[in-house]
């Protein structure tokens, strides 16, 4: 290392990022006019993680290509990684991620072939982070699988939990939340051992990420205030903010609007001071999503707007989606149809860039509601306008009566009465017809209805066969209207009992005709052949697909399959956004479905469902639902049900008989909406619970 050298890099070490730009060019200059090269690498090298470092990628970009040409022409290979190394960096920090993975590939080959560890574990440990952006898990697990052994060879125990922390992250991505646990479990020992406290919150940070994917929200909480007191320890601004941030994202998820609202307001303070602009906006963006879910729509208007305008300005891809979509529903609560309508179009085109498909169905659906809201806007001017005539002329005809009241008192009056008497009989005569016309239609739509009703249940009926194998189980059916789009179907065919409940978009007639449809599909699908749950959804999810691909509604549906085979006595398990629910001897259970519905027309069509298989023993009770219970509005605040209050309600009632299992969700049901004498709360969707408890 030269003196020049030297001196810069202890410029970048104090992070006196434009001093160091300054002395290197200087020496740059000065260098190349004494016609001595061998420093230059190294300096361009200085300037290039300088201006990275201050964000300024495209100059960084330059001073790399710089480092690289020079490194070339002294022949210098680790320099030359080290320039490859660069370069890719601030491709990647410019999101040209190709170019990124192709410079990295370069370096590594060198770092490879000079047995430079150090070299090589930064680069696979890059290259893994670049395919977990790019949603290419396979690829960025291959990586970091690849950079632990790197480390667990060299003894390298710091970069081993950063490889543990990584495997963890794409398992938790993956939906595989208990393995993504255990590895960043192993990461928190060894940070814990090496008394690493920055490492060792951004590791607890990542296990409330996965407690919360898994709605372990008081476990996530409990690992954030950790987190969070470590941070603020380290006046760690950054990760303090973030962590704030974090917090408060639980808190919504869990319903607690005001504590949420205090977190956001401490992250939001700090942000401001020391102008981190990304967690602005995602505190805005969070406000926003408090106030939404609190239905307090014109509140979370002007944060959301914010948050937009930020990421409109920077790479934040799924930032900005998520931002534009809730601005969408925020302006369609707001009755603000032309914005939605807007907002809706841009979330379109933003979420396409992510997606290999164009699908505009919603845009259909929203532009309908929106030609329907003017055309009733419309019709209630006119009846307005109808209505002041008729006031007008009644008036006028008050003051003539009055007149000739006055002029002919005693004829006229006789004469008033009498025409009045004939208006309201004949008025009352025609109001009677349409009366009993209305009547006569409401009967026979709802005979229509009722009959449908009993149709729907004919479909839904278990055959005897089936009710032979179980010791006892549930149905909870409480259909919004006389038929249902959330309905069951039980089968047995070859020695397997074929168990589904399936979800369809919407309620009532419409969703229930959609739903008929899906039982036949899903009746035929069986007969076919086919066992294996998860390749019944995606045989389903074909097959709706191809039925439904020219309509402008969206008619998408979540389901669940259990198959249960009679010779092996296991249960097999495949959900499409919908989960199961079962508790045996050794506790409760609780697994999620796939997170992608059957016929989502915004998601990859290739997309497969994961199958989940649990022996079958004696004491096994399972449960499948649709999200009508748990979505239900009530209490003494109006706040949904939830789902992990339905889960306790039927873990605290599962070693009763399924009988007074129904007769407990009825009672909690009623109660939950008519929580006092003067509130009642209506349904507000289709709802639907069945349980099993098979013989063994």
Known sequence: MTLYTKEVKQLYQKKAYDSCILKSNFYISFLKKNIEYKSLPSLYLQIAKSKRKLREYNDGKEASAHALYWSFKSVDSIKIADSYTELARNFKALTVYD?????????????QNKDDYIGESIVLNNLGSIHKIKGEFTKALEYYIKDLDLNRKNNSERDMAIAYNNIGQIHNSTNNFNLAISFFKR??????????????????????????????????????????????????????????????????????????????????????????ENLIARGNYLSGENYFNQQFYNKALPYLLEAKQFYDQEHYVVDRINTQKLLYETYHELHRYKKAFKAHKLWSKLYIKMNTTIQQKELAVLN?????????????????????????LVYQNRVNAALIFISFLALIFVIFIYISLQKRKKSLKIIKEQHDEISVINEELTDSLKYAHKIQRSLNAIPSKAKDLFNDYLIFWKPLHEVSGDVFSVSVKNDIVFISLMDFTGHG???????????????????????????????????????????????????????????????????????????????????????????????????????????????????????????????????KFLEKNLRQLIIDNSSESFSIQKERMEDVRTKWMAPQSDIQYKPTDDTLIIGFHFKV
Request: proline share 2%.
């Open 99 to 111: 170019s990124a993975i192709y410079n990295y590939q370069k370096a590594l080959l060198i770092y």
């Open 368 to 392: 309908q509601r929106y030609l329907n809201k003017e055309s009733l806007l419309k019709i209630d001017r006119l009846n307005k306008e109808q209505l002041l005539q008729q006031e007008k």
């Open 509 to 639: 007639a419409p969703a229930a005709l959609l739903a008929t449809l899906g039982v036949k599909v899903l009746n035929s699908i069986i007969d076919s052949g086919i066992s294996s749950p998860e390749k019944i959804l995606q045989e389903l999810d074909i097959r709706m697909n191809n039925l439904l691909e020219d309509k402008q509604e969206s008619s998408g549906m979540d389901a669940a399959i259990v198959t249960i085979n009679l010779k092996t006595n296991y249960l097999e398990f495949a959900g499409a956004r919908r989960p199961l629910f079962y508790i045996d001897e050794s506790g409760q259970h609780y697994i999620k479905g796939t997170k992608r519905s059957i016929s989502d027309k915004l998601s990859n069509h290739h997309y497969s469902y994961q199958k989940h298989i649990i022996p079958i023993t004696s004491e096994l009770k399972f449960y499948l639902y649709s999200d009508g219970f748990q979505d239900q509005f009530g209490g003494v605040k109006n706040k």
């Open 187 to 276: 990461s928190e020992e060894i940070r814990r051992k090496l008394n690493d406290m920055h490492g060792l919150a951004l590791v607890i940070n990542n296990i409330a990420s996965a407690y919360s994917q898994q709605n372990k929200t008081d476990l996530a909480l409990d690992n954030l205030y950790i987190a969070l007191t470590i941070f603020e320890k380290h006046k760690s601004t950054y990760r303090t903010t973030e962590t704030l941030l974090n917090i408060s994202n639980i808190l919504i998820q869990k319903g607690q609007f005001r504590d949420a609202e205090i977190f956001i307001n401490k992250a939001n303070k700090k942000s401001r001071e020391f102008e981190i």
